[in-house]
Nanobody, 117 residues
């Protein structure tokens, strides 16, 4: 079994920063891509950022470019999402999604990020 757990969310004022972590447990597997998504109440899930297994390639949604940074971790903490200059519209549940080399997708339960004025 594979289990992913996101952590690092919380309540922060606009302009503040948070760093999210994506931890893995269970059986090991080869990774293709790690992505972060978010979903705000009443809205569709949206893509936030992605990083390749080597960490050499990153991709960001336009809404977070210049503010967020995704990075590759290790076998336990697979990836991080550094979020700076947070805005009210960043409020959402953030999910880590890992795609294995065999194209299986694994999702965590999400961590709540709330940005206040």
């Amino acid at each position: 079994q594979v289990r992913l757990v996101e952590s690092g969310g919380g309540l922060v004022q606009a302009g503040g920063s948070l760093r999210l972590s994506c931890a893995a447990s269970g059986r090991t597997f080869s990774i293709n891509t790690i992505r972060w998504f978010r979903q705000a109440p009443g809205k569709e899930r949206e893509f936030v950022a992605a990083v390749s297994d080597t960490g050499s390639t990153t991709t960001y949604a336009d809404s977070v470019k210049g503010r967020f940074a995704i990075s590759r971790g290790d076998v336990e903490n697979l990836a991080y999402l550094q979020m700076n200059n947070l805005k009210l519209e960043d409020t959402a549940v953030y999910y880590c999604a890992v795609r294995s080399a065999t194209m299986d997708d694994y999702w965590g339960q999400g961590t709540q990020v709330t940005v206040s004025s």
